[in-house]
């Protein structure tokens, strides 16, 4: 065990701690220190367990999230259901909240990203590697499509003809408006995370709540009731590429390039508004 602790502080997430998790204040002192940039290639995480093991809980809690939101769609849609009458706010609900269960258990291990979108923003502010990145997309694009397998597993029948749970440009809405919907969504979403997890922030201003998971499953949710009329609502390119696989239709592949572009350019514009507006402000302390 102190070996293990000994190697997380050496390598890993815990490297740069400070610039690392999501769902915990990122310094818990109230004297501001600006915290270094990730580098772009960390050989030595290779090495490390904790690297590894921040991938797993990305990949299980990907699986997961695709499992309970993909599986409260399909009841949605279908009239013989008990869950045909959570309507569009419960879709919501099951989307915000299970991100906010999800990165308050895993913000401590890999960040809690569960999102390359959020994921592709973070290494564009600097706060993890590349080689973390890329490893965190590939096991979030896993999870997704094993939880999205999994909810095909329960529903055989319904789940093609229901259509998998897969983000469409809905009827009457142009790809225009559906990329349109998805940039805004996801900078909603990454906006947000950078927000709540921003360590000058949370030095500067005391009132600002350290548990990060609660504001970032609202935006999630917030994000949902008004995208879901337009798109279905991916902003999050691991589960739209899970559903994608899973449901494997001509029409999901047509608008799938949208669920891509949009949630990383909307990833992109978050980061360069944060670092403009808020990692530019001065510190100072009341």
């Not at 050989?43 to 904790?50: A, D, I, M, N, Y």
């Not at 309507?87 to 609900?93: E, K, N, P, R, T």
């Not at 923003?121 to 997309?137: C, N």
């Amino acid at each position: 065990m102190a070996e293990n602790k000994e190697e997380d502080v050496k390598l890993g997430a815990n490297k740069f701690r400070e610039t690392q998790p999501l769902g915990t204040a990122a310094q818990t002192d109230k004297d501001y220190k600006e915290p270094p940039p990730a580098p772009l290639f960390e050989p030595g995480e290779l090495s490390s367990w904790s690297f590894y093991r921040a991938g797993i809980a990305e990949f299980m809690a990907t699986f997961l999230f695709l499992y309970i939101t993909i599986l409260t769609v399909m009841g949605l849609k279908r009239s013989d259901s008990l869950c045909s009458s959570v309507g569009i706010q419960g879709v919501a609900w099951a989307f915000g909240g299970m991100i906010f269960a999800l990165v308050y258990c895993t913000a401590g291990i890999s960040g809690g990203h569960i999102n390359p979108a959020v994921t592709f923003g973070l290494f564009l502010a600097r706060k993890l590697s590349l080689t973390r990145a890329v490893f965190y997309i590939v096991m979030q694009c896993l999870g997704a499509i094993c939880g999205a397998g999994v909810v095909k597993g329960f529903m055989v029948g319904p789940y093609q003809r229901l259509g998998g749970g897969a983000n469409v440009v809905n009827p009457g809405y142009t790809k225009g408006d559906g990329l349109g919907a998805e940039i805004i969504g996801t900078f909603v979403l990454v906006y947000t995370v950078f927000s709540a997890t921003d360590a000058k922030r949370n030095a500067r201003d005391s009132h600002v709540p350290i548990l990060a998971p609660l504001p970032i499953g609202f935006a999630v949710f917030l994000v949902h009731l008004a995208t879901i009329p337009i798109t279905g609502t991916g902003i999050n390119p691991a589960r739209s590429l899970g559903a994608a696989i899973i449901y494997n239709d001509k029409h999901a592949w047509s608008d799938h390039w949208i669920f891509w572009v949009g949630p990383m350019i909307g990833a992109a514009l978050a980061a360069v508004y944060h670092q403009i507006i808020i990692r530019a402000m001065p510190f100072h302390r009341a």
